[in-house]
């Protein structure tokens, strides 16, 4: 996913240069040696900081370096939907309310519904007229098995009672240029990769899958406006750390991270990576967002049906 690990690189950018080593009246002690972000399957976040990617076994390896860590704020994982997804989809080796406990979200990310202009479609109501009147013509990319890109399909699928071919790729931008060569015929892609295909008139964008419009493509309609007011899938990126880390750490961190992500020139380079801001979220806020997350996640899961999404990643 593109968009977030550029997002991932300008927040360790940014936030390198916030005084967190400053005293407070707030964890005084915190930081008293480097912290190190790991990074999964996705981006690179303080001062001082080391990054340290961790991209292997769809998460588990960056989640296991920050759930052995000592509690301390001192080892911060970089989360995304991969965490909460492979919670819902029972992939995880850990356990993600009890074995940690959330920081920070950096941003909010919308994904786009796209289609090749060959299909004679202008809206999601069409797009589902056209499925159902010619089936088996539709295939739809994914980023890959039990990825957001093809659960948005296969959701789709089941709110519409169509019956579009799902096609995974090996990530993002293999889904989007399989659609722009009309290889497949739609995509549900991060919004900042599909705007500039959308804008070139390479591909039609129909509706995003955001309660809310998105900022980079503000003339789409939700998939909630388009008639489907369950659909409601963000992407985000944020900082979860080691469960028993200090409340006091934990604010900290929380405030640092708010102080960068609310600083201009930081808000202008996240959007341009497809980032949207975020609310001012405290770690309650947080707490509540990622629950929320897993609870979408499971809502969409339970609607297309784990084993059927479980079959299809044994048969590939």
């Not at 996913?1 to 407070?24: D, K, N």
């Not at 405290?282 to 979408?296: K, T």
């Amino acid at each position: 996913m593109r968009g977030i690990h550029v997002a991932g690189r300008i927040v360790v950018l940014a936030l390198t240069s916030v005084s967190v080593s400053v005293a407070s009246a707030q964890a005084p002690n915190f930081p008293n040696h480097t912290i190190k972000i790991i990074v999964g399957p996705s981006p690179d976040v303080l001062q001082p900081v080391v990054v340290e990617p961790r991209p292997g076994a769809g998460g588990k390896l960056a989640a296991t370096a920050v759930q052995t860590a000592a509690p301390d704020g001192h080892t911060i994982l970089f989360a995304t939907p991969t965490y909460t997804l492979n919670t819902v989809m029972k992939l995880a080796s850990y356990d993600l309310v009890k074995e940690f406990v959330p920081v920070a979200i950096i941003g909010l990310i919308s994904y786009a519904l796209v289609t090749h202009p060959s299909v004679p479609a202008k809206s999601v109501s069409e797009l589902v007229a056209y499925a159902k009147a010619n089936p088996g013509k539709l295939n739809c990319a994914s980023a890959g098995i039990g990825t957001a890109p093809h659960i948005a399909c296969e959701y789709l699928n089941t709110l519409a009672a169509t019956n579009i071919l799902h096609v995974p790729y090996r990530d993002v931008n293999s889904g989007m240029m399989a659609t722009v060569g009309n290889v497949t015929q739609m995509f549900f892609g991060v919004a900042t990769n599909a705007k500039p295909q959308i804008e070139s008139g390479a591909l039609r964008g129909l509706a995003v899958s955001t309660a809310r419009r998105s900022q980079l493509l503000p003339d789409l309609p939700t998939m909630i406006e388009s008639g489907y007011p369950t659909f409601d899938m963000p992407g985000w990126g944020g900082l979860i750390t080691t469960a028993g880390t200090p409340a006091d750490v934990i604010e900290k961190l929380n405030q640092e991270v708010q102080r960068a992500v609310a600083r201009p020139e930081l808000r202008q380079r996240l959007f341009a990576a497809g980032m949207e801001p975020p609310p001012p979220y405290g770690p309650r806020d947080v707490q509540q967002f990622i629950a929320g997350d897993i609870a979408r996640w499971t809502q969409f899961v339970d609607a297309v049906g784990i084993e059927k999404l479980k079959g299809e990643a044994a048969r590939q």
